[in-house]
């Protein structure tokens, strides 16, 4: 027998130790949740990892592989979402929300610079699929197939591909090399382009569905509505789509001196910004409040940052043309009465208030709707397009998305539907139903234990001086600092999963919190576990739930 | 990474104090004993009154120690641990970290008068105390640690009087170490622990450790409840180094006592009327006494 060290009376390190896994009722289970962020994502962004993939290895490459999983456009996004994300982060309750958006950007951008390249998930299989437009819903669906090896074959009515990102948004909001370059990066995975064919025109529908296993059709909402009101045929009367198509092709446009809008949504402030950057003094006209303009916030508040007028409750009634050109605009005071079907106040005019607006230009802003010149599908409200759950339409193998299914939408929102027709089609080539994939529960503040966490600063981009921006198109927010955006995404909760706090680990007070061998991460032993639900208690991200002893 | 537990740098987990305890779910003392010992670290005798903490921790044949342990009577841990040391002493070995600890009976009631005499000889031990507030081990009795107000199986209607204040009077004895402590923040616990055994002399270590059987909250909460008794001021945490007081922990928003005393089954009936019964004020005074003398 060994002799025994000094003080041991009896040895004992090698015991087997008592089970007291067995007095457990209720046991630890690690559940992972979806973060708010996440659930609030059009696109589905896995904002959560890529935030932590920045915080915790400050590796902006890998950052962008997890971002670029679910969106192929970072860089776009970043730019021109309106991030619904930051809206649902749980850290609003605690201090400010995440700048995701910013973060998103800052990725996105270093991809671009490091010209890092999407991977192919599998080989090439033979099924060949149409998309029809190259919006974002286009390029994100062929984006998606092409990952899981489809020949993919995008049809473009216009001479460049992008869609609304090409010809609706401004170039100081999206450069468009930023464009270009996405675009090329997803392209890169042997996806075949085609401009200038307009399907339905210059070829038919059917000889696609014929040709093509599955077609995709996201054209968009590419047509403006005109407003009936008399002398809208007038000279230097344009749409909101066209009149931005205009100028984002890269065509001079001479305005005059006053310029009109009328509309108060996102294309009415694009075009009011653009029309101010070409030199004009430019009013909007919108016959409700700023409470019911349905463009995003952040560009109300940058239209009026950049001098833009805003005449409230005035409607157009007629627009005064001399020899056929504008030179104003006759309007009509409105009141706002009961709630109409929208759920938005009714405006109803006030006799006798009818005044004149000068105006050298009229956008008429008011509405787009989508353009099916020979497309022929089902639709809902005579407008867009009907679908089913599985963004099927009614013709057999014809699958829609984006703005021409969800009306006028964000980018993001288009991505998104994209992503799910790429799903729905590959199911439907395979002949396979479609699993619905249940997400795991959101997780909320209340959830969160957030002793843990500091309260910190949020970053804030800052944009150029007003007199700066209003000079020329560049780009109104320059680029963000890289090492700032890692520590705005060392803010991240972490909401739903582990981010290896070790607050389980050490206070466990049966040490049955074990680091696994294989994984490196925290395991529960529940040979010892007493199932007191102090781990739960403490986890700050609720990682841990306790549930019943089965 | 800003967030405070990130790291578990200069944190020690090696289960010295392993599983497999008949300590009850969420108990703070085994907590507690774990984080101490592994902070001691390998080269350590633990010197335990009789009490919970040797109860639940050494049956035969499944002991949890995995370092030598010795168990002595409610009243004489410090004496045995002083008996150690100067074995050691006399043999000329070590040096080895010897750690006498005991619960809150036999550290302020039973066993006192062998740590009066451990801190007067000067003996190079550090004596933990796990302080529960009453005698858990034996079924809830009061001890002269229970706080005022708190129901045990001996003060039905809430204990009269207040909290005997050991530090202070350890500190009184002139040895070089005091501290404070709770579970909840295991880093200060185990920087604590290990400022102590650095320091020639002896030592004392208040750890603040819930009985969720005795306090009669859930398990899950006894981080939650360390946590309160600092917040609140009931139980100030600071180091007395060499006769001065230092490394007060600041509160950082003050809570009400009530928070505290509502998670607990023991100020229940302080509560049974809707209204806080006039206990409750009397608490919150000795709070702010606390809050005051300290500078929280």
Partial sequence: MDKLPLGLALDLRNVVPYKTGSWRTLMPVNIMHTPPCTQECPAGNDIRGFLRTLAEKKDY?????????????????????????????????????????????????????????????????????????????????????????????????????????????????????????????????????????????????????????????????????????????????????????????????????????????????DCARVAKRLGAN????????????????????????????????????????????????????????????????????????????????????????????????????????????????????????????????????????????????????????????????????????????????????????????????????????????????????????????????????????????????????????????????????????????? | MTEKSRYLEGVEKKDLFAHGHRACGGCGQALAARLVHDAAGENTIACVATGCLEVFSSPYPDPSWRIPFLHSLFENSAAVASGVEAAYKALGKGPVNIIAQGGDGSTADIGFQSISGMFERGHNVLYVCYDNEAYMNTGVQRSSFTPYGARTTTTPTGNRTRKKNLPMIAADHGIPYVATATVDDFRDLQQKVKKALSIEGPKYIHILAPCPLGWGHHGELTVQVCRLAKDTGLFPIFEIVDGKLTNVRKIPVKVPVEEYLKLQGRFKHLFKRGVPAKEVAEIQEIANENIERFNL
């Fill in chain 1, 282 to 550: 430019v009013s909007v006209v919108y016959r409700r409040t700023r409470v019911e303009m349905p463009a995003i916030t952040a560009e109300i508040d940058e239209a009026m940052e950049e001098r833009v007028m805003f005449r409230y409750h005035t409607n157009p009634v007629k627009i005064i043309s001399d020899d056929g050109k504008v030179v104003g605009i006759l309007c009509v005071q409105m009141e706002l009465k009961e709630p109409d079907a929208s759920g938005r106040a009714r405006p109803v005019p006030l006799p006798g208030s009818e005044s004149v607006i000068p105006a050298d230009t009229v956008i008429l802003a008011t509405g787009q709707s989508a353009d099916y010149d020979g497309i022929e599908v089902q639709k809902r409200d005579g407008k867009w397009v009907a679908t089913s759950e599985t963004l099927m339409t009614n013709v057999d193998g014809v699958f829609a998305g984006g703005d021409v299914v969800l009306g006028l939408e964000t980018v993001s929102a288009a991505i998104g539907q994209g992503t799910r027709a790429a799903s729905a089609i590959e199911d439907y080539i395979d002949g396979s139903v479609e699993s619905r994939l249940s997400r795991p529960p959101v997780i909320y503040s209340k959830d969160l234990n957030t002793y843990y966490y500091q309260k910190k600063r949020r970053f804030e981009k800052e944009a150029l001086p007003i007199h700066m921006r209003l000079k020329h198109f560049k780009e109104i927010y320059p680029p963000l600092d890289p090492e700032a955006i890692i520590d705005e995404a060392g803010r991240c909760f972490s909401c739903g999963l582990c981010f290896n706090c070790g607050n389980c680990f050490m206070y466990c007070p049966d040490n049955a919190v074990k680091i696994s061998p294989k994984t490196g991460l925290y395991e529960f032993d529940l040979d010892f576990c007493k199932g007191c639900g102090l781990c739960a208690k403490e986890c700050p991200c609720h990682y841990i739930q306790m549930t019943l002893e089965k």
């Fill in chain 1, 61 to 269: 490459e890998e950052a962008w592989h997890v971002l670029t999983r679910t969106n192929p456009m970072p860089a776009i996004c970043g730019r021109v979402c309106p991030h619904p994300c930051e809206e649902g982060c749980n850290r609003r309750d605690f201090d400010s929300p995440l700048a995701i958006n910013s973060a998103e950007r800052a990725v996105g951008d270093y991809g671009l610079e490091e010209n890092l390249e999407h991977k192919k998930l599998i080989a090439a299989r033979k099924e060949k699929v149409a998309v029809i437009g190259s919006g974002p819903a286009g390029l994100s669906c062929a984006f998606h197939l092409a990952k899981r090896g489809f020949k993919v074959k995008i049809y473009e009515a216009y001479g460049e591909p992008g869609g609304m990102m090409r010809y609706g948004i401004p170039s100081y909001r999206l450069p468009n090399y930023i464009l270009r370059q996405e675009l090329e990066n997803i392209l890169k995975l042997g996806i075949d382009l085609e401009c200038n064919v307009k399907v339905g025109v210059n070829i038919p529908m059917d000889q696609l569905m014929q040709t093509y296993d599955a077609v995709f059709l996201g054209i968009g909402a590419q047509k403006g509505m005109s407003v009936d009101i008399p002398g809208e045929d007038s000279k230097n009367v344009y749409t909101g789509v066209e009149f931005l198509r205009e100028v984002n092709s890269g065509k001079y446009m001479n305005v005059g001196k006053d310029v009109v809008v009328i509309g108060g949504g996102n294309t009415a402030m």
